[in-house]
């Protein structure tokens, strides 16, 4: 099945620098990449994804990079801000149909 | 946005009682998952269901879990007998389209086994 590796596991960055996240994914197969944020003590919250037919996308200062050759995708933060501390999930999305995650990045913004 | 609302958000059992974790999906969606998340982990695949039949399950769904639909719409994950390391967040989550991975998570259920 899918294995999704993500690194780092703790990122810990000044507020306004830029922050990446970083996954790798073992199913070829694999079509649909979501980045989810989560919040303590809340649900996964979709911010961004991308498809295997496009290299990156870009929302405001979140952008998100697919290599499907080397199969890995990172999650780019720009100007980042004390609320973007949370849980970040990267997830790959396969031909059996389910979202595998990967173990999730704390990143914390400090003021 | 569509909304997957689950009951209850949070329920204390003692370890070998039976609890039964519900979820209401997205209406008219054929798929349908049920996740775990233990405090400080990953959010785990238990199981998925499409059009009223178990798709797939992960190891962690053995014979102590099952699903069901018992009035066509609403979903129940049940589990018969809890040990301690069933305690954990469960999350149901539909697609926002079939056959594709942009899945809506509900707000979960925190189960506490004692």
């Known amino acids: 099945g899918e294995n999704v590796e993500q690194h780092p596991s703790t990122l810990s960055v000044q507020e306004g620098d830029s922050a990446v996240i970083k996954c790798t994914y073992s199913?070829?197969?694999?079509?649909?990449f979501p980045w989810y944020k989560q919040e303590l003590g809340k649900r996964p919250q979709l911010i961004i994804d991308?498809?295997?037919?496009?290299g990156e996308k870009k929302d405001q200062r979140i952008a998100v990079t697919l290599n499907k050759t080397a199969k890995h995708f990172s999650l780019h933060i720009t100007e980042t801000q004390p609320e973007d501390s949370a849980v970040y999930f990267c997830?790959?999305?396969?031909?059996?149909?389910?979202?595998?995650f990967g173990k999730g990045t704390l990143l914390t913004v400090n003021p | 946005e569509p909304e997957v609302t689950q009951t209850p958000s949070h329920q204390v059992t003692q370890m070998g009682q039976e609890v039964i974790l519900r979820c209401v999906p997205i209406s008219n969606h054929l798929y349908f998952y049920w996740y775990r998340q233990i405090l400080g982990q990953k959010v785990e695949f238990l199981v998925s269901?499409?059009?009223?039949?178990?798709?797939?399950k992960s190891e962690i769904f053995d014979d102590q879990f099952s699903v069901e639909r018992p009035d066509g719409s609403n979903f129940t994950l049940k589990i018969r007998s809890t040990k301690l390391e069933d305690s954990a967040m469960y999350f149901c989550?539909?697609?926002?389209?079939?056959?594709?991975?942009?899945?809506?998570f509900g707000e979960g259920s925190r189960l506490t086994v004692l």
């Open positions: 269901f499409y059009n009223n039949e178990i798709s797939e």
């Open positions: 989550a539909n697609p926002r389209q079939e056959h594709t991975g942009e899945l809506f």
């Open positions: 997830a790959a999305w396969g031909s059996n149909y389910k979202l595998t």
């Open positions: 199913d070829s197969a694999s079509n649909y």
């Open positions: 991308i498809r295997s037919n496009v």
